[in-house]
């Protein structure tokens, strides 16, 4: 399941969006996200992307943030060799399709963000996909994790205040999540923004963007975010059937990929507990669910998840 393929979601802090950008704001309702925004074409090879729309023309706090975050689990930059004398250059490519012209930004950041490097790019025209290439020499000071935790904080910026930015095109030991001087995407009225084809690679040249299997990019994203859906009689996970005589209800839920860390496994939006309200006990490799007082079930409109799992770095 992909969050937020459906309608808008609202940007806000602690808010997860599509393929797990995180949108970061520090006022809620400035912005929306949403797929295929403005049902505009998406550039050659590819058929969707993250749409961002402006709510108002809002006048960005010198502390404040609005911005787009991916946070690139440690284990998939270890190569990288970051925070070593052997760090190898990378190269951030995308395409970008705005309403605004102008010079735009965004940053790289370490988990602990003492460590920062705000990148600018160029829009010229707007409302046409443009093609991004951005090479990043390597940090060879600070401290990347290269474990299940965070490596590498990636900021997209729409909106980024002057105290929480810098200087775009070298590293610094500062907390940035923006460039000096970047256009505000949330300060112009309707705006639009809108991405696709991230692609984070070692190297100084940007290689063709990497098409993986269906499959194999669904386990990917399932080893972070997964959703139990319920079968046609709207029947999630079971603990115990009604009719029996067992005074306790118990239950498991067997993800399909393991997750990152321990995840938080809750009911999905407008499912509930019928009978009893199970208590949840999430593993990496599944969820036990129980009930001292008898039996169990989630329930939702049938077709529809019940329960979802998320181990989000």
């Excluded at 400035?30 to 402006?54: D, E, H, I, M, R």
């Excluded at 490519?93 to 930004?105: A, C, E, K, P």
Aim: with cysteine; net charge neutral; aromatic share 14%.
């Amino acid at each position: 399941m992909a969050r937020g393929k459906g309608g808008a979601v609202v940007g806000g802090k602690g808010v997860y969006t599509l393929d797990r950008y995180y949108a970061q704001a520090t006022v809620n309702n400035k912005y929306t996200v949403q797929q295929n925004a403005g049902s505009v074409t998406p550039p050659a090879g590819f058929a969707n992307y993250l749409g961002v729309t402006s709510s108002s023309a809002y006048t960005v706090g010198a502390s404040e943030n609005f911005s787009l975050l991916q946070a690139i689990e440690g284990y998939n930059m270890a190569d990288f060799a970051w925070g070593t004398a052997s760090a190898s250059s990378i190269t951030l490519s995308f395409r970008v399709y705005s309403s605004l012209t102008g010079t735009f930004g965004g940053s790289l950041q370490n988990s602990a963000q003492n460590r920062s490097y705000p990148f600018t790019y160029t829009i010229s025209s707007a409302n046409t996909w443009t093609t991004i290439s951005i090479t990043i020499a390597g940090d060879q000071s600070g401290t990347w994790l290269k474990t299940n935790g965070a490596g590498i904080y990636m900021w997209i910026g729409l909106g980024v205040g002057s105290t929480v930015s810098g200087t775009a095109g070298s590293w610094s030991g500062s907390n940035y999540v923006g460039a000096t001087g970047a256009t505000s995407v949330v300060g112009t009225s309707s705006a639009t923004f809108y991405i696709t084809g991230v692609q984070l690679e070692a190297g100084t040249t940007a290689s063709p963007f990497e098409y993986r299997q269906y499959g194999t990019e669904l386990a990917l994203c399932q080893r972070y975010y997964e959703v139990m859906y319920n079968d046609s009689a709207t029947v999630g996970v079971w603990g115990n059937a009604p009719s029996n005589a067992l005074t306790t209800g118990r239950g498991d839920w067997f993800y399909h990929v393991a997750k990152r860390a321990q995840p938080t496994v809750a009911l999905a939006s407008g499912a509930a507990w019928v009978g009893n309200t199970a208590t949840i006990f999430p593993g990496i490799d599944k969820a036990h669910f129980y009930s001292a007082s008898g039996y169990f079930y989630s329930s939702n409109t049938a077709g529809t998840p019940s329960l979802t799992a998320s181990a989000e770095v």
